[in-house]
């Protein structure tokens, strides 16, 4: 491996580093104002330690992932995955708001500002390494032994389709909807662990982060800011 390499792969963690750090920072921040928020999702865990664990095993996952060179943490030469993620989060955006307006989600489905601001960020990391990096990271040498007479592209296509399915059906089951929304939401949020997760592939780990973050910063916190006023 050359200087160059090893430069490369210390900047690509540097950045996964980085981004556990702010995310570990503002949840502990958050914890010390409105420890509540957290409890439905870590269950008395503290959240600090609880994301340092989440982080731990997510980095490991992102490194098997990285070493593979099918999955990268990031790419400074794929730059421009954070400006797709932005654009391909629009639909996104379009379709809930629609189902929100015919069907009307409950009055409480999202954390308020300010809160808001730290929580989602906090929850979107964890998200992205609990249901797509760490899954991933095992699906991937799991399919490798068990269908090795499948073409490489077939086995990576249904370990993605395979690590979209944890989200929605996690979703699905703690929904409180009624069942049109549930059946929404179910649908909505595997075509958006599919493209997340292309984005992942095609790009890198920052662009499939930056595609949550655009949804969550219109959907949990401009539109659930708005709707309060407009549906309730």
């Not at 708001?97 to 500002?113: H, I, K, Q, S, W």
């Not at 949550?212 to 309060?228: E, M, Q």
Request: proline share 5%; aromatic share 16%; net charge positive.
């Amino acid at each position: 491996m050359t200087a160059e390499s090893n430069g490369s792969e210390r900047a690509r963690y540097a950045v996964f580093i980085a981004i556990s750090f702010v995310v570990v920072t503002a949840a502990t921040l958050q914890t010390a104002l409105r420890p509540e928020l957290y409890e439905p999702y870590f269950r008395g865990i503290r959240p600090a330690f609880a994301l340092a664990a989440i982080g731990i095993f997510g980095w490991v996952a992102l490194w098997f992932l990285d070493r593979g060179g099918t999955f990268r943490l990031y790419r400074v030469s794929k730059a421009r995955g954070v400006a797709a993620a932005v654009g391909l989060a629009v639909p996104f955006m379009i379709s809930a708001t629609v189902a929100d307006l015919v069907g009307r989600f409950p009055e409480a489905v999202n954390v308020l500002l300010p809160a808001a601001l730290l929580f989602y960020p906090v929850m979107g990391y964890v998200v992205e390494l609990l249901f797509h990096a760490i899954p991933l990271a095992l699906l991937l040498p799991a399919t490798a032994s068990f269908l090795r007479s499948w073409p490489a592209e077939r086995r990576i296509g249904l370990c993605i389709a395979l690590a979209a399915m944890l989200e929605p059906i996690f979703q699905a089951l703690t929904s409180t909807s009624d069942a049109p929304l549930t059946l929404f939401v179910l649908v909505q949020v595997f075509v958006f662990g599919l493209v997340e997760l292309w984005l992942f592939r095609q790009y890198d780990f920052v662009a499939m982060y930056a595609f949550r973050l655009t949804y969550y910063a219109y959907w949990h916190v401009l539109w659930g800011y708005l709707r309060l006023g407009w549906l309730f």
